[in-house]
């Protein structure tokens, strides 16, 4: 069974369109995370989440908002869709257990957004 | 930033060669992890090192960690074609792992 899985898996849309990502994890992880990776495959944090805190990074714009209906799940939500906005997105959780004990992130897939 | 920054960011051998890859940062870290990422997929987390360790093995894996220099290296020995792959690094001082773009490794049968 997907320990992290996110849907779709690729996403074709026209600018100025409104997308969403869903992501779900089955592993009990009380963190999730949404990064994006570029065409150079840096990849970067958006969000991360757990049911205590948000954070954000303050390079992510507004019109990128992750929304958490349980433990489980956390979709990202992308409004007025840019062309720059073109990149994998991965979904990952973790269970946060402090910095010490070290923090492995468990990965999905990715989904390939392409706006034109 | 904590963000670890790979080097080199391409790297091409023969297979039964051995890969070195090298991640530096900047900011003290509690941690350090290495994660693989195979084309088209998500992230597998290989190996983590804290920052009290010096050296970890893992199978073909060797990681190395030097905090005064701030720098980790990723050893695989006897590579195999299976392992091309890119590699990233990954820091951690708080607990959110901040990732760099990785090292693509071909490995030629």
């Known amino acids: 069974d997907t320990a992290v899985s996110q849907t779709p898996k690729y996403l074709v849309t026209q600018m100025g369109n409104d997308k969403s990502i869903k992501c779900e994890q089955n592993l009990g992880h009380d963190t999730m995370y949404w990064y994006k990776q570029d065409s150079k495959k840096f990849l970067k944090i958006m969000f991360s989440?757990?049911?205590?805190?948000?954070?954000i990074n303050e390079t992510v714009p507004n019109r990128f908002s992750p929304k958490s209906p349980d433990k489980a799940h956390l979709n990202l939500h992308i409004n007025s869709l840019e062309l720059g906005d073109s990149a994998v997105y991965f979904c990952?959780?973790?269970?946060?257990?402090?910095?010490?004990?070290?923090?492995?992130?468990?990965f999905g897939e990715g989904s390939w957004l392409t706006v034109v | 930033s904590q963000q670890g920054e790979e080097d080199p960011q391409a790297l091409s051998i023969q297979e039964g060669e051995n890969a070195t890859m090298n991640c530096s940062y900047k900011t003290s870290i509690n941690n350090l992890q290495w994660y693989r990422q195979n084309s088209g997929r998500g992230l597998v987390h290989l190996i983590l090192i804290r920052s009290n360790e010096r050296e970890k093995h893992s199978g073909r894996l060797r990681v190395t960690l030097d905090t005064s220099k701030k720098s980790s290296s990723l050893l695989i020995t006897a590579s195999r074609a299976a392992d091309t792959a890119s590699y990233f690094c990954?820091?951690?001082?708080?607990?959110?792992?901040?990732f760099g773009r990785g090292t693509s490794l071909i490995v030629h049968p």
């Open positions: 990952a959780s973790s269970q946060l257990s402090g910095a010490d004990s070290g923090n492995t992130i468990y």
């Open positions: 990954a820091t951690s001082g708080s607990y959110i792992p901040t």
């Open positions: 989440y757990n049911n205590k805190e948000l954070i």
